[in-house]
């Protein structure tokens, strides 16, 4: 366990140098090594559980959901009927759990590399895990990149959560793979993927944004809060074969009762809204 | 200097337990103790030069724009005519700055209670110091709290750049200090407050929230994210003295040329509305 100081948890990445959190630990519930990568699961004092891929935190249980249903609810309810939805990568199940929940999505495609992540969120996670057991979910363990290049027209929204852009999460942030997206997305088809931090990750938020321009008619970026993740915040690039789609406004909207049924804790429609209401200094970057 | 590792400075404090960050030293630039509290000034590698006071960041170069911008501008473009503004605490400059450079503002007293941290910030933080010689303003080194008690129906704004409500900073958090401004403002006057992180401080937000709601006919919250600080975000609570305002909408509006003009990196009028939008969870407690 990479540790600043006995008892505590640091990340520490090439990514965002210079700069890092760390989470008090009263216990390591797991520690393993797959075919792909290390997994670590911690139980933190103050933020619940914690799972930590090759070093870098991936979700803790205090503050996952923002992240998974911002990335979720912001691409669904930017399209008009998402009736079919691929999610690529989220091995802990939290960004299906919030998919199936939506009520107009009938099934839901999850493809994961990683089946040890899996199994492991199912013991020690199961709160993001009961997603991969939704009646709407079909989960494939298999490679992403390959998984979409055999799906032409499908799918009306895929979600990319993937980990962040070292190792073996590279190709999902590159152009070929958001060329295979757009292919394998019926007509209006809307891809939504893990993008960064405006912060200390500026030039590849700009990039990605860029990327995505290129390959649909329709982009945008949008972002959400989150503590355990570098910066306190999390970007989310979209793609729309819509030339006319504004994704800023959602074509549903959820009265407070109806979020309340959902249980939705971070996401409503002026939440949407706002998180494509970017800092100066980033859309300037975008012009 | 705090440190959980050599060459890396950490933050940590009883108001946010369990989860911290740390920043890569490059030099310690100042250290010294005022009569007030310790001050420290470091050189760090990634995040340009940091103000640390009793061992909480204050502030970094690198993203100080975010803060001072948005505790500046979201109260002074919610007013028609912010002409007299206060700024209580503040002692960086950088508010000072922010405010002065607003064309409608005509005179600003800033009175701050540690000329210690005000020398410092001029000799090490130039670019934020340089708001306090600004011809608009005028400093005052004295207890803020007495200072607001002497002044009744004078000042459009008044911003309270306070450290945490810890120590020093209490009263600033109080409901009698809120009384107090209320009384020093003219007809139709705002503040607006530092007001802590809905992430690990809900509690405390939601009570400073309702504290301004019991003095000021109209009360808003909004939010900034800003990576050295505490869960990357910080909260502003506004009181109005016009019970009809509507503080998500600003009175005043900037072009995009007038933003570059005013070298804001940060706030524009979308950026003032969606700091409103809050998350659901905290939202549900102000209800």
Redesign the interface.
Known sequence: MNS??KG?F?ERNELW????????VDQVLYEGKSKFQEILVLQ????GKALVLDGIIQCTEN?EF?YQEMISFIPLCSHPNPKKVLIVGGGDGGVAREVAKHPLVESVDQVEIDNDVMEVCKKFLPGMAVGLSHPKVTVHVADGFKFIAEKKQFYDVIITDSSDPVGPAVPLFQQNYFQLMSEALKPNGIVCSQAG?F??SRKFVTETYKTVKKVFPAAGYA?T????Y????IGFALGSLNPDISFKDPVQTFSDEE?DRLN?????S??H?????????I?DTFR
């Open positions: 600043f100081k505590w640091t140098p210079g700069m890092c959190i760390s989470l008090e933190t004092k103050t933020q503050d923002s931090t912060w200390s972002f809060t989150i503590p355990t570098p910066d306190g915040v979020l939705m804790k971070y996401y409503t002026d939440v809204r706002a998180a494509f209401a970017l800092p100066k200094f859309n």
